[in-house]
């Protein structure tokens, strides 16, 4: 299999968290340089049409574009550790978890940056500041329920590491380098402890 991915991206990087946590090797590794525009390329608007990445192309020809599609496949291939869980209980609790992160948390956190920072002009045109400034003032509000939830459980999930927990340190890490949110600055004391739990794991240097 072959994975178009990018560095520093904050949903390439889920990919490649998943992957160590998996202890998934042996896949080719093609980097796409998305300030270059190489996603948007003729060549790899035929694997991803809307120019997206990560993608993983089978061995067969077909090709997945979607962060969780691809870890549900892969999963699938590959179903321990478990990080999305054992039974349909467990299942549709985590993907809530992973859901919650992935369309509140990281959602608004890529706008912001999409929208404010100047770095990232080249992808997002065009730009408004205006409305990435709201979807900071969001998350930042948002990251207190986030707190609120840890002081009750270890885990975004629950008690547990899970893919929730991938999506939300990919999230938070990409705010922390181009929003400048850091938890343990604002007062969230239990979103910052869950930050360096899941920062001392191997993956999180992928």
């Not at 496949?73 to 467990?90: I, K, R, W």
């Not at 912001?112 to 080249?122: D, F, N, Q, W």
Request: charged residues 25%; neutral net charge.
């Amino acid at each position: 299999m072959k994975l178009y991915t990018a560095q520093r991206a904050p949903s390439p990087r889920r990919v490649s968290m998943f992957l160590v946590e998996k202890n998934i090797t042996g896949l080719e590794l093609v980097f796409m340089d998305l300030n270059q525009g190489e996603h948007r390329s003729a060549y790899f608007l035929t694997k991803s049409p809307l120019a997206k990445v990560p993608a993983l192309e089978l061995d067969d020809g077909r090709v997945l574009t979607e962060t969780r599609a691809i870890c549900t496949y892969l999963e699938g291939l590959y179903p321990e550790p478990n990080l999305m869980g054992v039974d349909a209980d467990e299942r549709a609790f985590i993907e809530m978890a992973d859901r919650r992160v992935e369309l509140y948390l990281l959602g608004g956190i890529a706008n912001s940056i999409r929208h404010t920072h100047p770095g990232l002009a080249v992808l997002e045109q065009p730009q408004f500041p205006d409305f990435g400034r709201s979807q900071g003032e969001k998350v930042r509000e948002l990251a207190k329920w986030f707190d609120q939830l840890l002081q009750q459980q270890d885990w975004m999930a629950g008690d547990r590491f899970t893919i929730a927990d991938i999506t939300a340190f990919c999230a938070l890490e990409f705010a922390r380098g181009l929003m400048k949110f850091k938890p343990e600055e604002v007062g969230l004391h239990a979103l910052a402890a869950w930050r360096e739990r899941v920062n001392t794991r191997p993956s999180a240097r992928a």
